[in-house]
């Protein structure tokens, strides 16, 4: 049986590039500040940094409109791209699926060596949801929709259960004593101190070590916040406007689309004052939220989809996002090349600025590199039909070495 080819750069469905390369860029302005060390540097040390007020307002401002929004769009278009290869290669089902999963294992594998530089990856774990989303490849969209509708909402479930346990055992856990952090980010078992020194002084497998504890950290951190289920209800949620051709559609309503970013905008800014703990344990008042969290972060997600979906059918939007393009077309290679920039950056194995500088001069670090690369893949684009990740992905994954030159 012949086996299952990758799509053609000219065939491919233009609009989703586009929001892959929006989505890809976005994400460095979350990642920025876990590589700068920014949001591990003690508030005493931040305090002496100039533009301390500054880089607040600018971390309330990326907390609104970036952290967790630009993820969402990345893993909702993760699935839509699973379903375009899918419905591709319905007529010969078994070969893409086998071929498809030796895709998503050698992703494992890049996401198992991406941890040991950058414990924020996100390569391992869309490669094993890679895998469960396959399994419901075959469900009616409407049933789709309410899978993922469940996967969203189970996290809360279990919260209310635990809530009642939680209540009766109330008199034998230790007060609140309301400690003030002493910095955004710190774990139980390492001071930040010595977390800050390893990655200004440490060596390459003291580093490695660092970064796989950070990771475990992380990923511990999704169980009290129903991180793995809201992974596979947005995944889900993916696949289920892929299966509705929603992307293929333009939004009528620009009116829709300003009311649910509103909404969403103001959904988590009245959260962020109302306060609350993703990560601590169960209590109506975590529980809320948690639950107005992934709210905002759905409306403000889904609102940047339409918006750029709509303007991307004006004029304007056609000359503007043309460029986003070939970003998102080789949206691996400037993922892994962000962290090889920001560690050459922040690292000892480059200018080691690891918790030195504030939140604005990283933000203007990352525009640069945003520049850099927006530029740089339209020119590689020019030359080649993959980029130089993406082709050693898809020669792996097809046992042979594929034509990379145009």
């Known amino acids: 049986m012949k086996i299952s080819m990758p799509i053609d750069p000219n065939k491919r469905i233009e609009i989703i590039d586009i929001l892959r390369g929006f989505a890809l860029l976005g994400i460095i302005f979350m990642n920025m500040s876990f590589f700068s060390g920014y949001m591990f540097m003690p508030f005493d040390e931040l305090k002496q940094i100039s533009n301390f007020e500054l880089d607040n307002k600018l971390y309330s401002f990326l907390g609104v409109i970036v952290t967790g929004k630009f993820y969402t769009i990345f893993s909702i278009l ?168 929603f992307f293929k559609k333009t939004p009528k309503s620009t009116k829709l689309i300003v009311i649910v970013l509103i909404c969403g905008i103001i959904i988590t800014i009245a959260n962020k004052f109302l306060g609350g703990n993703a990560y601590g344990i169960p209590t109506l008042q975590n529980i809320r939220y948690k639950f107005l969290s992934k709210v905002g972060q759905l409306l403000i997600s889904l609102s940047y989809i339409m918006a750029i979906i709509k303007i991307a059918q004006t004029a304007i939007g056609k000359k503007v996002f043309k460029y986003l393009i070939p970003v998102g077309r080789t949206a691996l290679s400037n993922y892994l090349i962000q962290t090889i920039l920001m560690v050459v950056i922040f690292y000892n194995f480059g200018f080691s600025l690891f918790g030195k500088i504030g939140l604005i001069p990283t933000f203007a670090i990352s525009i640069i590199i945003v520049i850099i690369q927006i530029i740089a893949s339209n020119i590689w684009l020019k030359h080649y039909r993959f980029g130089p990740f993406e082709w050693v992905w898809r020669s792996l994954t097809y046992k042979k070495r594929i034509n990379i030159r145009r």
């Open 78 to 245: 993760f699935a839509v791209g699973f379903y375009i290869q899918f419905n591709k290669n319905r007529d010969r089902t078994a070969d893409f699926l086998k071929t498809y999963r030796r895709r998503l294992f050698i992703l494992l594998i890049i996401g198992i060596l991406h941890t040991l530089f950058w414990y924020g990856d996100i390569l391992l774990t869309y490669s094993i949801f890679g895998f469960i989303l396959i399994l419901f490849r075959n469900v009616k969209p409407k049933i789709l929709l309410r899978w993922s509708l469940f996967f969203l909402l189970v996290p809360f479930l279990f919260d209310f259960a635990l809530l009642l346990y939680i209540e009766a055992l109330q008199p034998n856990i230790p007060a609140n004593t309301d400690e003030i952090p002493m910095s955004r980010i710190s774990y139980p078992d390492m001071s930040n101190v010595d977390l800050i020194n390893t990655f200004r002084d440490g060596s390459v497998i003291e580093i490695f070590k660092l970064n796989i504890h950070n990771f475990i950290w992380k990923h511990l951190g999704y169980i009290p916040s129903g991180g793995y289920f809201t992974f596979l209800g947005i995944f889900l949620l993916g696949y289920y406007l892929a299966s509705i051709e």
